[in-house]
């Protein structure tokens, strides 16, 4: 709770999120985010790789928020979690939402997962 309050409560004032609310964040959530670029480094990899890491997380934040399914890959399931937060925390392809009851897909959705 502390970590929301305090970080990323920021990335969370945008209720209709477009491509830029994808990397507004708090400096503290952008650089553990941006970290990374640092994984083929321990690997002992060539840096084009962590600059490649660096723009897919750029480009990959402003599409997955940029509120359209088609161009761009941002989701209705994102934009319910923008919208309300207490659902859809996760990503469509990983379900976990569905095993801990806070998938909605719909808002009469959000409003059953609280009842």
Not at 46 to 61: K, L, N, Q, S, T
Not at 63 to 85: K, M, R, T, V
């Amino acid at each position: 709770k502390f970590f929301y309050k305090q970080v990323h409560s920021l990335h969370h004032k945008s209720y209709n999120p477009t491509a830029f609310s994808g990397t507004s964040m708090h400096p503290i959530e952008s650089t553990l985010y941006y970290t990374a670029a640092f994984i083929p480094v321990a690997f002992g990899l060539h840096p084009v790789y962590a600059i490649a890491i660096i723009m897919d997380c750029g480009v990959g934040a402003w599409l997955g928020h940029d509120g359209f399914q088609w161009p761009g890959n941002g989701d209705y399931f994102h934009l319910l979690h923008h919208a309300h937060f207490d659902c859809n925390y996760g990503a469509m392809h990983v379900p976990l939402d569905w095993l801990f009851g806070t998938f909605a897909g719909s808002k009469e959705e959000v409003k059953k997962i609280w009842e």
